[in-house]
């Protein structure tokens, strides 16, 4: 049994390819390890604030003295931050969007990478602290960035898996639903991404 937290950052419901694939990659997984239950946090209905001065203050106030206002500033990072924690398998679904990632999972990242928490620096420089999780991403683009000369326009994938690698989650596999703008490709392109999912 594994515990599994799916991110879904796409606002396109069960039209998005991010998440069908993302649902896709679940099923694998639960299939390998029977009775393995899920926890969702959709991004699109549930927002996570972009980062201002008083969820940064909250971060660098030590527990103790945090006033009602720094704990309310800090709750969707600490909630985010245990969800990560508790879970053993990751799936976070990714559209590509202008070659990166939303905006939205760029704000839960902000939540859930914090000096002390989930990294931490000592005489040997930085070492993550979220360790133990298998992480698969989902990502869903319009043309093809996997390889060609396209891929150097592809900032999503070398981004999730440098921060969070840093945070030490570093045992990370991408699955890519791409080509879904193209005429030849948009049928089948789902199916095909399905199809190459390993565990």
């Not at 060609?148 to 999503?156: I, L």
């Not at 690698?165 to 080509?179: I, K, N």
Request: no cysteine; hydrophobic share 40%; net charge negative.
């Amino acid at each position: 049994m594994k515990k599994i937290l799916h991110i879904i950052s796409s606002p396109k419901g069960d039209a998005s390819f991010s998440t069908n694939l993302g649902n896709a990659i679940i099923e694998k997984v639960k299939e390998a390890n029977p009775g393995s239950k899920v926890t969702e946090t959709n991004l699109a209905k549930k927002h996570f604030p972009h980062l201002e001065e008083a969820q940064i203050t909250s971060f660098f106030t030590p527990a103790q003295h945090r006033s009602p206002e720094n704990l309310e500033a800090i709750k969707h990072s600490d909630e985010a931050i245990a969800e990560v924690m508790d879970a053993d398998v990751i799936v976070i679904d990714v559209p590509l969007y202008n070659f990166g990632i939303p905006s939205a999972l760029k704000a839960w990242i902000d939540h859930i990478a914090r000096a002390g928490v989930t990294f931490k620096y000592d005489e040997n420089g930085p070492e993550g602290l979220v360790k133990g999780k298998k992480v698969y991403v989902a990502l869903a683009s319009g043309g093809i960035y996997s390889d060609g000369p396209m891929q150097v326009y592809d900032f999503a994938a070398p981004y999730l898996k440098s921060v969070l690698g840093f945070m030490g989650m570093t045992d990370l596999t991408v699955f890519r639903v791409e080509g879904v703008s193209y005429p030849n490709l948009k049928d089948t392109a789902l199916q095909t991404a399905i199809d190459s999912i390993t565990l």
